[in-house]
């Protein structure tokens, strides 16, 4: 049984469906539901912590980015993640980074003459 293109329940829930999808960033668009048929593991995966390391170029590749990430040195907002295959949503690619005791967070603030002597300590 399916419910008619007009009714109500079927259209709040299409719009949740399609909010739900855009904010995790699987789909890049809320127009329509055809976006949400269209739905790949490949683009599910995309949205994993390692995979988005590498999009923001905090590592080379994704077995490297999934090394960072399996020792802590990864965090997501005040979050330290240790599960490679933790999903990042649209709302929180801002905050990844790297952990403050990393040492590659150290080396990148030498590097960008970012390091703060405070951070020594």
């Known amino acids: 049984m399916t419910l008619k293109a007009d009714d109500p329940f079927r259209i709040a829930m299409t719009e949740q469906l399609i909010d739900k999808l855009y904010g995790m960033g699987i789909i890049t668009t809320k127009k329509s539901l ?3 048929e269209e739905i790949t593991a490949s683009s599910v995966c ?4 390692p995979v988005t390391m590498v999009r923001m170029k905090m590592a080379e590749n994704v077995r490297a980015a999934v090394t960072f990430v399996e020792q802590g040195q990864v965090r997501v907002g005040p979050n330290v993640v240790t599960d490679p295959a933790f999903l990042v949503t649209r709302s929180m690619e801002d905050f990844v980074t790297w952990v403050d005791s990393s040492k590659v967070r150290r080396t990148v ?13």
Do not use: G, I
């Open 34 to 36: 055809q976006k949400a």
């Open 46 to 49: 995309r949205r994993r912590l």
């Open 109 to 121: 603030h030498r590097y960008n003459d970012k390091l703060d002597d405070f951070d020594l300590l």
